[in-house]
């Protein structure tokens, strides 16, 4: 449990990272957008190679991973709605000013981002021993746009450095604890319905990414942003298959 604790904070102190970044760096909004693409292609990639493909493989046949890849898309919609309700529909938004009276929903928010992919990891550690070095590589370069973002907002919205900070550290904890989990509560489940819960995390990742990521990477970054896109789809890729040619 540890050691997917661990590697669940790896993944996510780019969360810090970007936080830190962004704090003492202005960054224009096209870079940001272009760096937002890069991560939606990187993750893209994590979810049909590293997600979906082993489901299906693990589900021997069965309809568990489309039933969880529904699943996953439509929890995160709805999940979304609600956030979005409360104020924190707009932590993705490089234009966005967050307001530190909207911190309750921008953090549900935001760990409603991270929670699938963390969870993953603790899959990953719990089915090969050890961490995937590709779904590593997307989680943390994935989080590191979404956190510069979020903290220009933050910053426009009049927080100081040090919230900030201490915003992104109390994330990343709770990522890496949601990889913990992944690890200790699902250990018995049976291989058609870890290949659910993969699926599921699949789905509710896409879901994020066409609804918040993309459409903002566009926006900013314009043409460039689907050029970025394929730049992080495929050096995920190369990750994937170096990873498979040394473990094979």
Not at 32 to 49: E, Q, R, T
Not at 200 to 205: T, V, Y
Request: charged residues 10%.
């Amino acid at each position: 449990m540890w050691t997917a604790f661990f590697w669940g904070l790896i993944a996510a102190s780019s969360l810090v990272l970007g936080g830190l970044l962004a704090s003492w760096v202005t960054l224009g909004k096209r870079t940001l957008g272009v760096i937002m693409a890069f991560g939606a292609g990187v993750l893209i990639s994590a979810v049909a190679y590293e997600m979906v493909f082993d489901a299906v493989k693990l589900a021997k046949g069965s309809g568990y991973p489309t039933l969880g890849f529904l699943a996953g898309a439509s929890t995160f919609f709805f999940s979304d709605k609600l956030i979005e309700g409360i104020g924190g529909g707009k932590r993705k938004n490089i234009d966005a000013a967050h307001q530190s009276k909207l911190v309750v929903p921008l953090v549900l928010a935001i760990i409603l981002d991270g929670v699938p992919e963390s969870v993953v990891i603790g899959l990953g550690v719990l089915e090969g021993g050890t961490v995937s070095l590709a779904m590593l590589v997307a989680v943390f370069m994935s989080n590191l746009p979404e956190a510069a973002a979020g903290t220009t907002g933050m910053r426009s919205g009049g927080w100081s450095r040090t919230k900030i900070l201490l915003l992104w550290v109390g994330i990343t904890l709770v990522c890496a604890l949601a990889s913990a989990a992944g690890y200790a509560l699902l250990g018995d489940l049976s291989p058609s319905w870890l290949s659910f819960v993969q699926t599921f995390a699949g789905g509710a990742i896409l879901m994020m990414l066409a609804n918040t990521m993309i459409p903002e990477a566009y926006e900013h970054g314009g043409k460039l942003a689907g050029v970025f896109t394929v730049l992080g789809f495929a050096i995920s890729v190369w990750v994937i298959v170096l990873e498979h040619a040394q473990t094979g």
